[in-house]
Nanobody
């Protein structure tokens, strides 16, 4: 089992920045891909970004490309999502996820473990 705990969410004005953190514990050696997803009220959970745990290959949703950066610190078992130039449409609950395989798909169902999420609210 892998446990994931997100932190760093909050209220920020449009154009501002936030850094989300995801603390990983448990059998982290079994994880190959880490991802960030988000879910706004009334909408489906959507892919934001992913990174390989052993090889730091990254992937981003088009909507955040150039504004968000995903990174990981394998030694500290941490994954981060640095968010710049935030927009009101970025408002959502952000979830950290881990997969037991190399995942290239953006589908949430490909991920095996999930955190409880952290709220990000961007005011206009």
């Amino acid at each position: 089992q892998v446990q994931l705990v997100e932190s760093g969410g909050g209220l920020v004005q449009a154009g501002g920045s936030l850094r989300l953190s995801c603390a990983c514990s448990g059998r982290t050696s079994s994880t190959y891909t880490m991802g960030w997803f988000r879910q706004a009220p009334g909408k489906e959970r959507e892919f934001v970004a992913s990174i390989g745990w052993f090889v730091a290959l990254t992937s981003y949703a088009d909507s955040v490309k150039g504004r968000f950066t995903i990174s990981r610190d394998s030694a500290q078992n941490m994954v981060y999502l640095q968010m710049f130039t935030l927009r009101p449409e970025d408002t959502a609950v952000y979830y950290c996820a881990a997969a037991k395989r190399i995942v290239r798909s953006t589908a949430p169902m490909e991920y095996d473990y999930w955190g409880k999420g952290t709220q990000v609210t961007v005011s206009s």
